[in-house]
DNA sequence: GCGCTGTGTGACAAGTTCGTGACCGGCGGA
DNA sequence: TCCGCCGGTCACGAACTTGTCACACAGCGC
């Protein structure tokens, strides 16, 4: 899963280094050179992890963490010049998560964003849902009847997911590949048709006479509520 | 092998502060703002040390000490806010097993923790998770088989504990790889499949054919609820 | 019936994921 | 010191997934 992370940091050199660095981690980076800009970026998007220099010009760190703390509970990463424990305790009284300090090696980096967008990301609730006598559970990532599970490819399962989350409801192809496929794939839609099919095989019953993932032709597919 | 501290100190900034930094030690850690919360951890786990500021708001920290002493024989160090020898010698007095006075050094207080943990190693409560005819003790570090234990090593034994806490749900590679390496382990994910595959050696009446740990293919691992 | 559009079906190639054996370095015990 | 165990890495092949296609088929308006 891929995560956003927003950097905020003054010097140009550093900032592309670590935005080229963490992008090739598979992170999705969005940059700012001064605490003015994060706010804005902040307004518009939000973000699974915040990474803050300390040393800005103008406002410092800080300050810049205190603001983002009155408007959002993204966590905030530290990176200090240098581990010095007032740094830190002063970073963490304005409300960052964690800190690195310089120079911290890349992977080290990419993993601590990673394990802090999972640790702060709300604890999913558990969810079941029900597709005709399947039993879903999409924290687990299951399908069982009868106690017996399924064997779903992730494609499949997703599809299966998103379709049983809004039964009743029609979702059209291109909602279907936005929601599975994510908003940058550009792919034929008929895609979703051949992974209907396959989900189709392994669910229903009789697959040519399908129940539990229905046609609506023109419009899409639903599950029946 | 990971020790377990609980943190008693009432200034939130210095709490965190040590809770990072010893995590970051490799030290799990618990917290408790008072002396009263505390006592309700202790209730519930047991820990290898008692890390306990004596500047408490309402009991003092002496006070506490004497209260765990009551129910509990784990080793506490005490923090003084300077060594004033008539502190140092009420809090032995009080049961305390080692006393640091601030500011104190992370690398020393870490140290000192894991001396202490290993010099008085408490006897845990028993927890006991079944894996199909397998059974697991966390606290024992032990698998048996019909009462005849099988020799895992370290690492395939975290990592089939870990699996078999959460009977049924699908653990990714990323999640396995922070509960068991920790989160600061920056290698290939592909290292979880060679370990799964010593462990299932191991463990499986047939290892080509798993039933007790099993693949589910672009998720992870699981082992069946 | 006819044509059009939308959907189901089987096949296929490319890409991905996983299991496997092998290797190497570090560490601790004999 | 040597030896064996353990943990981490690698390369390879098998199995599986996935996106795409061509074609068949069904519904619908005429």
Same mark, same amino acid.
């Given at each position: 899963?891929?995560?956003?992370?927003?950097? !905020?940091? =003054?010097?140009?050199?550093?900032?592309?280094?670590?935005?080229? &660095?963490?992008?090739? $981690?598979?992170? $999705?980076? +969005?940059?700012?050179?001064?605490?003015?800009?994060?706010?804005?970026?902040?307004?518009?998007? &939000?973000?699974?992890?915040?990474?803050?220099?300390?040393?800005?010009?103008?406002?410092?760190?800080?300050?810049?963490?205190?603001?983002?703390?009155?408007?959002?509970?993204?966590?905030? !990463?530290?990176?200090?010049?240098?581990?010095?424990?007032? =740094?830190?305790?002063?970073?963490?009284?304005?409300?960052? =998560?964690?800190?690195?300090?310089?120079?911290?090696?890349?992977? $080290?980096?990419?993993?601590?964003?990673?394990?802090?967008?999972?640790? &702060?990301?709300?604890?999913?609730?558990?969810?079941?849902?029900?597709?005709?006598?399947?039993?879903?559970?999409?924290?687990?990532?299951?399908? +069982?009847?009868?106690?017996?599970?399924?064997?779903?490819?992730? &494609?499949?399962?997703?599809?299966?997911?998103?379709?049983?989350?809004?039964p009743g409801r029609?979702?059209?192809?291109?909602?279907?590949?936005?929601?599975?496929?994510?908003?940058?794939?550009?792919?034929?839609?008929?895609?979703?048709?051949?992974?209907?099919?396959?989900?189709?095989?392994? !669910?229903?019953?009789?697959?040519?006479?399908?129940?539990?993932?229905?046609?609506?032709?023109?419009?899409?597919?639903r599950?029946?509520g």
């Amino acid at each position: 899963m891929s995560r956003s992370v927003l950097i !905020i940091e =003054d010097d140009p050199r550093i900032r592309r280094m670590l935005q080229m &660095t963490l992008q090739r $981690e598979g992170l $999705e980076v +969005t940059e700012a050179g001064s605490g003015e800009e994060a706010l804005e970026h902040l307004a518009e998007h &939000t973000f699974d992890v915040i990474l803050l220099d300390l040393m800005l010009p103008g406002k410092d760190g800080f300050e810049v963490c205190r603001e983002i703390r009155k408007t959002s509970s993204t966590p905030v !990463i530290m990176v200090t010049a240098r581990s010095d424990s007032h =740094d830190v305790v002063a970073g963490l009284e304005a409300g960052a =998560d964690d800190y690195v300090s310089k120079p911290f090696v890349v992977k $080290e980096l990419s993993a601590r964003i990673r394990a802090l967008a999972r640790r &702060t990301r709300a604890p999913e609730p558990r969810v079941r849902l029900t597709v005709g006598d399947l039993e879903v559970s999409p924290t687990e990532g299951t399908v +069982t009847r009868g106690g017996e599970m399924l064997n779903l490819t992730r &494609t499949e399962f997703r599809l299966l997911t998103e379709l049983a989350a809004e039964p009743g409801r029609v979702l059209s192809r291109e909602e279907l590949l936005e929601r599975v496929w994510g908003y940058d794939y550009f792919g034929d839609s008929r895609l979703v048709d051949v992974h209907v099919r396959r989900l189709r095989k392994k !669910i229903e019953p009789d697959p040519a006479n399908p129940t539990l993932v229905t046609t609506v032709r023109g419009m899409g597919y639903r599950v029946p509520g």
